[in-house]
């Protein structure tokens, strides 16, 4: 889930009714402004932002938006995502709020942890640009322009962040949201983080330093401190406003699945700079920086796929051989993404294999399916036939958690999956899968109460 999902949820079940459209083409245009600023450029940013503040109606909006779109299409962006966005608008200014409560309604009475996904991924958090137009630095910098310096408790000497180039505001309203902390919102779900490392999250910052001259060495060291810092800063700040994080993925889609390329690890600006041991660091620090209570994931799509599933394993082994040379846990849980988009395998049998996997070692990790979706194809019973199977497959063993991605269709922003077949329906009514979940899920619940009441007995 995103902030503008969450506030466009918000004003529907606050809203009266005569002012929910209005209302909501105004966090629309809030919305169309907060991506320039995070996502654009500041002559991009410059043009727009005082005429979407002064949007009223959905006229108005809606010219603002075709000629920001063409800017952006004479600029070479990529027509396909655009495309998507313009979709995802026209969607969001024709919804209604019944639809709206429709979909709250689903969140708070069927879901017991919700994913945040664009408020965590590093592209968001950090600034591509401040209110002066200038990229911020990663790391503070004295009069001279010398980097500054820090011993962290381990006492290694490292580069101090420049904090002024953060920003959690965004990811702090979503999870206030998300448990309850919103005036008049009777939810409190667990929080789960989509993601804190991803090779196609990686702010302008990041680039600048993997394209600059600088030695290998001194890019690996300055890469190596400001993860250190954001990661630890990432959990401070959620200590700080009261967020307790149930999972969060450290790393994300970091297993090769190119066949002409060597090694197990994806080809990435991370693995550019850090070498071929930089996810063993990461969940080093991600553990050092996290609460205890928090699962540490690492988190994978095309799971079933041989020859990518034997990379993913070998990712999985190559940390709990680093567990076992530490004497302590580094990741708690393996996330199968399970986006069905064509292919049948056997669920059930590369579940086991996963499982046995996350058993070996010093530690047993955690298996969870975290963005299970399908999108439409020539022959949707056959779709969704393969959500239900996969479904049905992480019950058989046991699973304790099967999280949707893009489930709530309409508010869909991004290319992956408009047209989820999932536990909803566009209007906001359940589907089959909806019932396979609930199904398998009481079935398990009920078999566990049975069970207790058998041991309570003895």
């Given at each position: 889930m995103n902030l503008i999902t969450a506030r466009i949820f918000n004003l529907a079940v606050r809203d009266d009714g005569t002012t929910f459209n209005e209302n909501k083409i105004l966090l629309l245009a809030d919305d169309l402004k907060e991506r320039i600023r995070r996502f654009g450029?500041?002559?991009?940013?410059?043009?727009?932002?005082?005429?979407?503040?002064?949007?009223?109606?959905?006229?108005?909006?809606?010219?603002?938006?075709?000629?920001?779109?063409?800017?952006?299409?004479?600029?070479?962006?990529?027509?396909?995502?655009?495309?998507?966005?313009?979709?995802?608008?026209?969607?969001?200014?024709?919804?209604?709020?019944?639809?709206?409560?429709?979909?709250?309604s689903a969140l708070k009475n069927d879901y017991d942890v919700v994913t945040i996904d664009r408020e965590a991924k590093m592209l968001t958090t950090v600034k591509s640009f401040d209110e002066n137009g200038n990229i911020p630095p990663l790391f503070k910098q004295d009069s001279a322009g010398n980097l500054q310096t820090y011993t962290d408790k381990n006492g290694r000497v490292r580069y101090k962040i420049n904090k002024e180039c953060l920003d959690f505001d965004n990811f702090n309203r979503l999870a206030k949201f998300l448990t309850g902390k919103c005036e008049k919102i009777d939810i409190n779900k667990k929080i789960h983080v989509n993601a804190l490392i991803w090779h196609d999250a990686i702010p302008k910052q990041i680039k600048m330093l993997a394209e600059s001259d600088l030695t290998p060495q001194e890019k690996k060291r300055r890469c190596e401190d400001f993860l250190y810092a954001y990661i630890h800063e990432f959990a401070q700040n959620a200590r700080e406003h009261g967020i307790q994080l149930d999972s969060v993925e450290v790393l994300n889609e970091i297993a090769n699945d190119d066949p002409k390329q060597p090694g197990t690890l994806r080809d990435s600006v991370w693995k550019e700079l850090l070498g071929d041991d930089y996810h063993i660091e990461c969940f080093k620090?991600?553990?050092?920086?996290?609460?205890?209570?928090?699962?540490?994931?690492?988190?994978?799509?095309s799971e079933f796929h041989p020859e990518k599933k034997t990379n993913i394993l070998a990712i999985i082994k190559e940390i709990q051989k680093a567990e076992s040379e530490l004497g302590r846990p580094l990741l708690d849980g393996?996330?199968?993404?399970?986006?069905?988009?064509?292919?049948?395998?056997?669920?059930?049998?590369?579940?086991?294999?996963?499982?046995?996997?996350?058993?070996?070692?010093?530690?047993?990790?955690?298996?969870?399916?975290?963005?299970?979706?399908?999108?439409?194809?020539?022959?949707?019973?056959?779709?969704?036939?393969?959500?239900?199977?996969?479904?049905?497959?992480?019950?058989?063993?046991?699973?304790?958690?099967?999280?949707?991605?893009?489930?709530?269709?309409?508010?869909?922003?991004?290319?992956?999956?408009?047209?989820?077949?999932?536990?909803?329906?566009?209007?906001?009514?359940?589907?089959?899968?909806?019932?396979?979940?609930?199904?398998?899920?009481?079935?398990?619940?009920?078999?566990?109460?049975?069970?207790?009441?058998?041991?309570l007995t003895k």
């Open positions: 450029n500041p002559k991009l940013y410059k043009e727009y932002v005082g005429r979407l503040d002064s949007v009223k109606t959905r006229d108005q909006f809606l010219k603002i938006f075709d000629e920001l779109v063409d800017f952006i299409k004479k600029s070479g962006f990529n027509e396909e995502k655009i495309a998507c966005v313009q979709a995802y608008t026209k969607r969001m200014l024709d919804i209604d709020q019944k639809t709206c409560k429709k979909f709250y620090i991600a553990k050092e920086a996290f609460d205890s209570s928090t699962k540490l994931f690492y988190n994978d799509y393996i996330g199968l993404q399970c986006h069905l988009f064509g292919d049948a395998f056997d669920y059930d049998a590369s579940i086991k294999e996963y499982l046995a996997t996350a058993k070996n070692g010093l530690h047993p990790k955690e298996v969870r399916i975290t963005e299970i979706d399908s999108a439409d194809c020539q022959k949707p019973s056959w779709q969704t036939q393969q959500m239900k199977d996969c479904i049905k497959a992480a019950m058989n063993n046991g699973l304790e958690t099967v999280g949707c991605w893009s489930d709530f269709s309409p508010f869909v922003d991004h290319l992956e999956n408009t047209t989820n077949i999932g536990l909803l329906a566009p209007d906001g009514q359940t589907t089959e899968i909806h019932k396979a979940m609930h199904e398998n899920f009481s079935a398990k619940a009920k078999e566990a109460e049975t069970e207790t009441e058998r041991s």
